[in-house]
């Protein structure tokens, strides 16, 4: 069929329907409904999160080299938790691992979400440098006395111990205090990304000593579901949203000197991932969208 010009009409529709080719703010800012169906209420603005995924994806070479798919389920995992990623905040990061992007949940999200249970009156993690006066004590009565040298450690000096301890409004307290020659043993045994030459261990050792250190004294203390989910969602990477979470390293509730198939782990220490997040339920409706 043609117009009154001999134009055939048929091919004109035919390109007209072509879907055209989206720019990356485009096809971010088409996640906003799926970033808000799952970002918790009062937290945070959703196209604040999906200015936030624009600015990650073209400020970094190597996440946009991972496929868009693990990109975006890594940020909503983000927006389930209402973290902002890569800020200087630190709340959680997306990074890249191989062509997938992973979630990693930081020291300072993790704060944040513990204060949002509303059970804590303080948490705090300190580092602790071989100037300081530093005794630890255990037993009936615990306790911590760290007094920090006036000079303060040297430029690019690791420290000697991370200190995390929390207090809760009903006067529960406790706290853990790990050498930095474990908090090192620990990440070279359940860490794969340990030696990553642009991985957070390399980069931010000490932001990542005080994650573990936390993770270690929060283990036991209350969390709300929110928390927990996320404390096992980091390290993790998705192909899509909904689809089954790879761990990148051992999972939380794994990290033990000594484990057993009963806490979800192989013989040699390894996660069985068999089972998927609670969380994750009410998002597999979105791996359609």
């Not at 946009?64 to 973290?83: D, E, M, P, R």
């Not at 513990?114 to 071989?130: C, F, H, M, P, Q």
């Not at 990304?193 to 931010?204: C, I, V």
Request: hydrophobic fraction near 35%; aromatic fraction near 10%; include cysteine.
């Amino acid at each position: 069929m043609a117009d009154s010009k001999g134009t055939d009409i048929t091919n004109k529709l035919a390109v007209q329907d072509k879907p055209k080719t989206m720019t990356v703010q485009q096809f971010f800012e088409a996640q906003i409904p799926n970033i808000a169906a799952v970002l918790p209420k009062g937290i945070m603005d959703p196209q604040r999160m999906a200015k936030l995924a624009i600015q990650i994806w073209t400020g970094n070479e190597k996440l946009a080299a991972c496929t868009k798919s693990s990109f975006v389920a890594a940020l909503i995992t983000c927006a389930q938790f209402g973290l902002e990623p890569n800020t200087p905040l630190g709340q959680c990061f997306i990074i890249p691992y191989g062509d997938q992007a992973t979630f990693q949940l930081g020291y300072q999200g993790l704060l944040a979400l513990a204060y949002r249970t509303g059970e804590y009156k303080s948490i705090y993690v300190r580092e602790v440098y071989k100037g300081d006066h530093f005794k630890v004590t255990y037993g009936i009565f615990e306790d911590i006395e760290h007094i920090p040298s006036d000079d303060g450690p040297a430029d690019g000096e690791l420290p000697t111990h991370i200190y995390a301890v929390y207090h809760l409004k009903n006067g529960g307290y406790n706290f853990e205090c790990w050498s930095w020659t474990k908090i090192i043993k620990h990440a070279k045994k359940f860490s794969k990304s340990f030696n990553k030459k642009d991985g957070g261990w390399q980069t931010n050792p000490v932001s990542m000593g005080k994650k573990t250190v936390l993770i270690a004294v929060l283990k036991y203390a209350p969390k709300s579901l929110e928390m927990a989910n996320a404390m096992e969602a980091d390290d993790t990477a998705q192909a899509d949203v909904g689809a089954k979470r790879e761990y990148i390293d051992v999972p939380f509730d794994v990290r033990e000197e000594t484990t057993s198939s009963a806490d979800g782990a192989g013989p040699t220490g390894e996660p069985n991932n068999t089972g998927s997040l609670d969380f994750e339920n009410a998002m597999k409706g979105q791996a359609q969208a």
